[in-house]
């Protein structure tokens, strides 16, 4: 999101990332280690602790829950290649929402969006009920 004033630079972001995106090795191993060191701390805080497990819990099962990543042991098999396979079958134009609200001119902002987007090609993922339980939590 951002502001109507920074829309074309917006969506050439958007179309970068949703299309063409880079996936730089360094890039991927630094947000790991960001994402694990993060973990490495969440029992640091009750608060936090609680509200990891608690989100898991009630969001298992749900389009609301954030992936089946359960351990540092998981994310550490997590690989590069992981995630652009993941890019391949999750970022598509079925499965996809472009949402404009603001100042901009309708007609020629959607030429522009036509532009940026209008080569993208691609079908829904399939939809799968993957269902978390941690045997660890008497939910």
């Not at 994402?35 to 389009?63: K, N, Q």
Request: no cysteine; charged share 30%.
């Amino acid at each position: 999101h951002g502001l109507s004033q920074d829309a074309e630079t917006l969506l050439e972001i958007l179309g970068w990332v949703a299309l063409r995106p880079n996936f730089r090795e360094d890039e991927f191993q630094r947000e790991r280690a960001k994402v694990a060191e993060s973990w490495r701390h969440l029992a640091d805080s009750a608060e936090s602790l609680s509200g990891y497990a608690f989100g898991r819990a009630i969001l298992s099962g749900t389009p609301y829950a954030r992936g089946s990543l359960q351990d540092l042991r998981s994310l550490r098999r997590l690989g590069l290649a992981d995630l652009r396979n993941f890019h391949r079958l999750h970022f598509t134009p079925a499965n996809a929402l472009l949402m404009v609200v603001g100042r901009v001119d309708e007609k020629g902002f959607r030429e522009k969006i036509r532009a940026h987007f209008g080569s993208w090609q691609g079908s829904a993922p399939k939809k799968a009920d993957v269902i978390y339980r941690d045997p660890k939590l008497s939910v």
